[in-house]
Nanobody, 124 residues
């Protein structure tokens, strides 16, 4: 059974940092494209960052230079280091996985597996 479990969310002040983790189980982690999404109340789910099995990364323009996605294949774990956080980063953050990504990485439609989410709240 495929499972993704996020952790690391919390409440911070603007300018602060958080590190999210997502532990994957039930499948061969390295075969999958992994990504972080977020969803704020009343807004659509949006792609934040993605990483392929070779370590190639991509980011939404809104987080470039502030967020870093990484993974540890030996630990089946995906990370999102978030620095210089802003109030507009407040959202529920989800990790997602898809085998053989086709299409745009930031489109949530193709992803087969999702975690339960972890809340990030940034106060001004």
């Amino acid at each position: 059974q495929v499972q993704l479990a996020e952790s690391g969310g919390g409440s911070v002040q603007a300018g602060g940092s958080l590190r999210l983790s997502c532990v994957a189980s039930g499948y061969t982690y390295s075969y999958y494209y992994m990504a972080w999404f977020r969803q704020a109340p009343g807004k659509e789910r949006e792609g934040v960052a993605g990483i392929d099995s070779a370590g190639g990364t991509t980011y939404a323009d809104s987080v470039k230079g502030r967020f870093t996605i990484s993974q540890d294949n030996a630990k089946n774990t995906l990370y999102l280091q978030m620095n210089s956080l802003k109030p507009e980063d407040t959202a529920m953050y989800y990790c997602a996985a898809v085998r053989g990504l086709k299409g745009r990485w930031f489109d949530p439609g193709p992803y087969n597996y999702w975690g339960q989410g972890t809340q990030v709240t940034v106060s001004s």
